[in-house]
């Protein structure tokens, strides 16, 4: 049996303060440190650094702490004549990239900024007409991560019936398992990350009615360990960035209240860099802008209470003040009825 007691029950970088200022300098200095080879190395996802490094300073409510319109710029040159974005300027285009890229402009209120058709245009040329499955980029990839930014993108221009929505709801719905979670594709093992996008997929079409509730939400609370971290699936070990997949779909189902969020949060802060800023995947390793991103969102999810923090929307992963002005929250009012209790 796999031992998942990893170092994270004994180690704690810090007495259980969010280090607001040291990670908001943290993901400032990122784009500063061209003489360490994690630059170079990260070059093709440089637009989701900026999506994770901005809404990680959102939800700390410093939105204004990157230069709103260099970065707006850099956005815009990332954008390809097939109307998606790369990762980085000449990049090929991939709906990951496209969706962060569609997330900075939203954060900055510039939507406007982009032409609509020809995003539009793009992620419909990436649905299969007849499975109703969407492909991640023009090499054919198919997972449920990319039939939610599909439908997250659309959603975006006010634009879902530009895509087959039954379709892609029937695919992800052949990729829900017997526990209630989703796998990657049909046949695949349920992943909290996988869930995630399965739920919010399933939310911005307005079928969560297809979901096992209790069921999954059971699941969901066994990804919670001594250490008060969530791992991603049994038998694994818990990593920071779980508190937002995890946490996320409890929240759409209304079941945050299952874990205990108080040693949820503990964990989180325990991970954090007290010298550099950031927050690591678990106590003792690396700070990187991704964990620091959804470690953030996860205090958020999970009510911490001892800094201010904008509560974000756990279908988007944006500040829900971002969606609500964007009109996006449309799918909290198609929950089910009898989830209302």
């Not at 990350?193 to 911005?204: S, V």
């Not at 949060?265 to 390793?285: E, N, T």
């Amino acid at each position: 049996m796999t031992n998942t007691t990893s170092t994270a029950e004994q180690s704690s970088n810090n007495s259980g303060t969010l280090l607001v200022d040291k990670h908001v300098e943290y993901i400032k200095s990122l784009d500063k440190r061209h003489d360490e080879i994690e630059y170079w190395l990260t070059e093709h996802l440089r637009i989701s650094g900026i999506y994770w490094g901005l809404t990680a300073l959102h939800l700390l409510k410093r939105p204004t702490e990157l230069p709103r319109d260099s970065v707006i710029q850099y956005v815009l040159s990332c954008q390809n004549s097939d109307g998606g974005f790369g990762g980085h300027t000449g990049h090929d285009s991939h709906l990951l990239y496209t969706m962060s890229a569609l997330q900075i402009l939203l954060l900055y209120s510039a939507l406007d900024r982009v032409d609509r058709t020809r995003v539009i245009n793009y992620v419909k040329s990436l649905q299969d007409p007849v499975s109703g499955e969407v492909s991640g980029d023009s090499w054919g990839e198919r997972d449920t991560r990319f039939a939610y930014i599909a439908l997250a993108i659309m959603s975006f221009f006010g634009a879902l019936k530009e895509l087959d929505v039954d379709k892609v709801v029937e695919y992800v719905k052949r990729s829900m398992n017997y526990d209630g979670g989703f796998g990657s594709q049909p046949g695949g093992e349920s992943h909290s990350g996988q869930i995630f996008t399965g739920l919010a997929a399933l939310a911005i079409a307005g079928r969560l009615d297809i979901v096992d509730r209790e069921r999954l939400s059971r699941w969901l609370a066994e990804r919670q360990l001594k250490s008060g971290g969530l791992n991603g699936r049994p038998q694994k070990l818990e990593d920071v960035c779980y508190s937002w997949w995890v946490l996320s779909s409890l929240k759409v189902l209304d079941r945050v209240h299952w874990v205990d969020r108080e040693k949820l949060c503990q964990f989180i802060l325990s991970a954090q860099d007290p010298d550099a800023g950031g927050i690591a995947d678990r106590p003792g390793d690396m700070a990187d802008v991704y964990h620091t991103c959804f470690g953030i969102a996860g205090l958020s999810l999970a009510g911490f209470k001892d800094v201010e923090l904008d509560e974000v929307d756990p279908v988007y992963c944006m500040p829900v003040s971002v969606i609500e002005k964007a009109g996006l929250r449309r799918w909290t009012k198609d929950v089910p009825g009898s989830w209302k209790d």
